[in-house]
């Protein structure tokens, strides 16, 4: 019965490889944010989609690439993956379009580049 | 540029003991949102204030937000070690859609 799911919570990985992050939310709600938090524990917006449409996208390489195939999941592939992306990765949702509603966050994804 | 610095960065304290964190900007906002967050777990909300001067308590946490709507304070009384957490304070703009948070403040509270 979890709210908002990510999938792995844990990705290591080499230089250069591409990966794609899972999220699914079962709340029923309208919009989904992919947030990342670096080592210092700064919580930045990446994405924020909006009935699967892209409404906030934020100063981030064009390697990251989202992707909502509906409004209950947001996806996030990364190609080309640098040492530098090695953060939390988080997933949010939220019933409309911040900020008028509260967002609920998923529980992370550890990204590791090594 | 870090438009919110939240103080202190890290808290080690005993259970029992009363504490106050900070949340500081030069920026206005037009609201604020206090977060909790476990490790391992996503941020999960505690309280958003809108009002300058605004004071709302849950259980043991007083929340303030100043009155130029520029800072906020979180106060808990009488810790305990079900509180120690990393707590986020996030700032929207006017007009603004997005949250900038915080940098938090690491609270442990020692049984």
């Known amino acids: 019965d979890t709210a908002v799911s990510q999938t792995p919570k844990y990705l290591v990985t080499q230089m250069g490889n591409d990966k794609s992050i899972k999220c699914e939310q079962n709340l029923g709600h309208d919009t989904m944010y992919w947030y990342k938090q670096d080592s210092k524990k700064f919580l930045k917006i990446m994405f924020s989609y909006n009935n699967k449409e892209l409404i906030i996208n934020e100063t981030v390489p064009n390697r990251f690439s989202p992707k909502s195939p509906d409004k209950a999941h947001l996806n996030l592939h990364i190609n080309s993956l640098e040492l530098g992306d090695s953060a939390v990765y988080f997933c949010?949702?939220?019933?409309?379009?911040?900020?008028?509603?509260?967002?609920?966050f998923g529980p992370g994804t550890r990204l590791l580049v090594l | 540029t870090q438009l919110l610095e939240q103080s202190p960065q890290f808290l080690s304290i005993q259970e029992g003991e009363n504490l106050t964190v900070y949340c500081n900007s030069s920026?206005?906002?037009?609201?604020l949102q206090w977060y909790r967050q476990e490790p391992g777990e996503g941020p999960v909300l505690l309280v958003t204030v809108v009002t300058g001067g605004e004071v709302k308590k849950l259980k043991r946490l007083t929340f303030q937000f100043g009155d130029a709507r520029k800072d906020s304070s979180l106060h808990i009384t009488a810790a305990q070690p079900g509180d120690t957490g990393l707590y986020l304070c996030?700032?929207?703009?006017?007009?603004?859609?997005?949250?900038?948070f915080g940098g938090g403040t690491r609270l442990m509270v020692k049984p």
């Open positions: 920026s206005v906002f037009s609201s």
């Open positions: 949010a949702s939220s019933q409309d379009i911040f900020p008028r509603e509260t967002q609920y």
């Open positions: 996030a700032g929207l703009h006017n007009a603004g859609n997005m949250l900038t």
